[in-house]
């Protein structure tokens, strides 16, 4: 079946650094992949919608500046966190579909997502 | 908008007793998608289902079985004869698919389930 890999699946930074993540399709070619992050005992909150060749698309009060997204290839997302603060911390997941599927077939996959602490 | 609203917030049960969670769902489209994922301790995210919106069937899968009624904008999930192992947090989602829009899925708050030994 379809594998996501994503990686670190955890980190521990330092307060003013950067942290980068990545999320990639190992099996399966992915125009679009998903970014999440869930707070403690929180739902999944979408960040941003990634698509390949293109610029992402933020949702409402995530700042794009901080938090980067790039999506050079068809395999491969990154989710660069800038500045971290403590308040950054928080579980991060990422989604991707496979291009190859019709519209209609909806193979959604997860990645086993990453946890940050900022110190 | 889409939504998702799981108004259970958390659920204890006592080992082998059955439990229902409830689901209600907000859309504009008439063709979306739905879904139940699980949550243990671990972090990730375990698929269960995936439902489009013309397919009104009710589906069992073991000891889970889903109910998804459109008049009611509802798509509850029960699972028969509990088991500590099904202690986890569940989500449920949805997703339009319309032509114009980028297939997001959309999360509930989610139901944290607790399975009493």
């Known amino acids: 079946g379809a594998v996501v890999s994503q990686h670190p699946s955890w980190v521990i930074c330092k307060s003013g650094t950067s942290v980068k993540i990545e999320c990639r399709s190992l099996d399966f070619q992915a125009t679009t992949m998903f970014w999440y992050r869930q707070f403690p005992k929180q739902s999944l909150m979408l960040m941003a919608t990634s698509n390949e060749g293109s610029k992402a698309t933020y949702e409402q009060g995530v700042e794009k500046d901080k938090f980067l997204i790039n999506h050079a290839s068809l395999t491969l997302s990154t989710l660069t966190v800038t500045s971290a603060h403590p308040e950054d911390s928080s579980f991060y997941i990422c989604?991707?579909?496979?291009?190859?599927?019709?519209?209609?077939?909806?193979?959604?996959?997860f990645g086993s997502g990453t946890r940050l602490t900022v110190v | 908008a889409q939504k998702v609203t799981q108004a259970q917030t958390e659920i204890s049960v006592v080992e082998k007793e059955d439990v229902t969670l409830d689901c209600v769902y907000e859309t504009r489209d008439t063709t979306y998608y739905l879904f139940w994922y699980k949550q243990p301790p671990s972090g990730e995210l375990v698929f269960l289902i995936r439902?489009?919106?013309?397919?009104?069937q009710n589906e069992i899968s073991g000891r889970y079985s889903w109910n998804f009624q459109k008049s009611t904008s509802s798509f509850n999930f029960t699972i028969t004869a509990s088991q500590v192992v099904d202690s986890a947090v569940y989500f449920c989602?949805?997703?339009?698919?319309?032509?114009?829009?980028?297939?997001?899925?959309?999360f509930g708050k989610g139901t944290r389930l607790h399975i009493l030994p």
């Open positions: 989602a949805l997703s339009e698919a319309s032509q114009n829009r980028d297939d997001k899925i959309i």
């Open positions: 989604s991707a579909r496979d291009s190859a599927q019709g519209r209609l077939d909806y193979g959604y996959t």
């Open positions: 439902r489009n919106s013309f397919d009104e």
